[in-house]
């Protein structure tokens, strides 16, 4: 069995998101949340408090805040179990992957999430929207339509029938009315603000790419899956990475061709979602993915990791 941890993106935030992964093991986590305030300048244990009703003001908010608690769950997942082989985030979530696979420091994916967040609150306006269920030539279909009310395309390929697609607001509500009445398709608005992966979001790739050109790269110890590629990269350059960092920002996520990469190379695969809540967990339907799958936000009311799993701890109990 090879585990492989999923990292979320920026749809698992939650008002409760850092308390409750604190109070699972505040000696861990707590000098994290305290290095990384010292970092950005900004007590960051009380912005993300529940009680703030500005936490997520910005979509800078929502990045720094999700890689955060990210992180923090990867390690007290490490602190217990042995370490993954393999991994790979969801949009925002591959900077966590970055970091899990050694090609960054924490404290540099710190900066460069913060450096990414301000870029996309700067960067044209829009709004995204999960679909579900559609297939992949059925959306096109309509969207082909909808572009008669403006920009629209799909931003994530997440599953066999889940998709997101982003755009002009018009021209999404008009998709979403079209996928209502024609497939019986659930649409919901998922960010209000900016259309990411998305070509409109050229001109943030090019704010950003700075930012990731001063970053202090490494040589991955472990695979790296670059969402915009959807295949496994051994040993990448800094060269490489940036540029597929960059073109990540304007192009759409290849979620489902990742996961379905890792299946046919791993048939014994055990995915573990590392974050907030379980988006991509309950992406990981039976009906496409046979893999056992599981989720570190057991408050979420998912089953907890089985016991063959806990190597480390059964070793140290010996």
Same mark, same amino acid.
């Given at each position: 069995?090879?585990?492989?941890?999923?990292?979320?993106?920026?749809?698992?935030?939650?008002?409760?998101?850092?308390?409750?992964?604190?109070?699972?093991?505040?000696?861990?986590?707590?000098?994290?949340?305290?290095?990384?305030?010292?970092?950005?300048?900004?007590?960051?244990?009380?912005?993300?408090?529940?009680?703030?009703?500005?936490?997520?003001?910005?979509?800078?908010?929502?990045?720094?805040?999700?890689?955060?608690?990210?992180?923090?769950?990867?390690?007290?997942?490490?602190?217990?179990?042995?370490?993954?082989?393999?991994?790979?985030?969801?949009?925002?979530?591959?900077?966590?992957?970055?970091?899990?696979?050694?090609?960054?420091?924490?404290?540099?994916?710190?900066?460069?999430?913060?450096?990414?967040?301000?870029?996309?609150?700067?960067?044209?306006?829009?709004?995204?929207?999960? !679909?579900?269920?559609?297939?992949?030539?059925?959306?096109?279909?309509?969207?082909?339509?909808?572009?008669?009310?403006?920009?629209?395309?799909?931003?994530?390929?997440?599953?066999?029938?889940?998709?997101?697609?982003?755009?002009?607001?018009?021209?999404?509500?008009?998709?979403?009315?079209?996928?209502?009445?024609?497939?019986?398709?659930?649409?919901?608005?998922?960010?209000?603000?900016?259309?990411?992966?998305?070509?409109?979001?050229?001109? !943030?790739?090019?704010?950003?790419?700075?930012?990731?050109?001063?970053?202090?790269?490494?040589?991955?110890?472990?695979?790296?899956?670059?969402?915009?590629?959807?295949?496994?990269?051994?040993?990448?350059?800094?060269?490489?990475?940036?540029?597929?960092?960059?073109?990540?920002?304007?192009?759409?996520?290849?979620?489902?061709?990742?996961?379905?990469?890792?299946?046919?190379?791993?048939?014994?695969?055990?995915?573990?979602?590392?974050?907030?809540?379980? !988006?991509?967990?309950?992406?990981?339907?039976?009906?496409?993915?046979?893999?056992?799958?599981?989720?570190?936000?057991?408050?979420?009311?998912?089953?907890?990791?089985?016991?063959?799993?806990?190597?480390?701890?059964?070793?140290?109990?010996?």
């Amino acid at each position: 069995m090879v585990s492989v941890f999923m990292f979320p993106g920026q749809s698992s935030k939650h008002p409760e998101m850092l308390e409750r992964i604190i109070a699972v093991s505040p000696a861990l986590t707590a000098p994290i949340v305290e290095q990384a305030s010292s970092l950005l300048g900004r007590d960051l244990r009380a912005w993300y408090s529940p009680d703030n009703p500005s936490s997520f003001a910005t979509n800078r908010d929502v990045q720094v805040g999700v890689f955060l608690v990210n992180h923090l769950h990867l390690v007290v997942l490490q602190d217990t179990v042995d370490d993954a082989p393999i991994s790979l985030g969801l949009s925002l979530g591959e900077y966590n992957h970055l970091v899990h696979i050694g090609a960054l420091s924490f404290e540099e994916g710190l900066r460069l999430v913060d450096a990414r967040g301000a870029a996309y609150d700067a960067g044209p306006e829009g709004v995204m929207a999960a !679909v579900f269920p559609i297939g992949r030539g059925a959306l096109e279909e309509v969207l082909e339509r909808a572009r008669a009310h403006g920009f629209i395309d799909v931003a994530n390929l997440n599953s066999p029938s889940q998709h997101v697609v982003a755009g002009e607001r018009a021209a999404v509500d008009a998709a979403l009315a079209l996928l209502e009445d024609e497939h019986f398709v659930q649409g919901r608005i998922i960010e209000h603000r900016i259309p990411m992966h998305t070509a409109r979001f050229a001109p !943030v790739a090019a704010r950003l790419r700075p930012a990731l050109e001063r970053a202090a790269w490494r040589t991955p110890a472990r695979p790296y899956f670059p969402n915009v590629r959807g295949e496994l990269l051994e040993r990448p350059s800094a060269a490489e990475i940036v540029a597929l960092l960059s073109e990540h920002v304007h192009r759409p996520v290849l979620w489902r061709q990742s996961i379905e990469l890792v299946t046919a190379r791993w048939p014994d695969a055990l995915f573990v979602e590392v974050g907030p809540r379980t !988006v991509l967990f309950d992406l990981l339907q039976r009906s496409w993915c046979k893999s056992a799958r599981f989720a570190t936000d057991r408050a979420a009311g998912v089953c907890a990791l089985p016991e063959t799993f806990f190597k480390r701890a059964a070793r140290h109990a010996s």
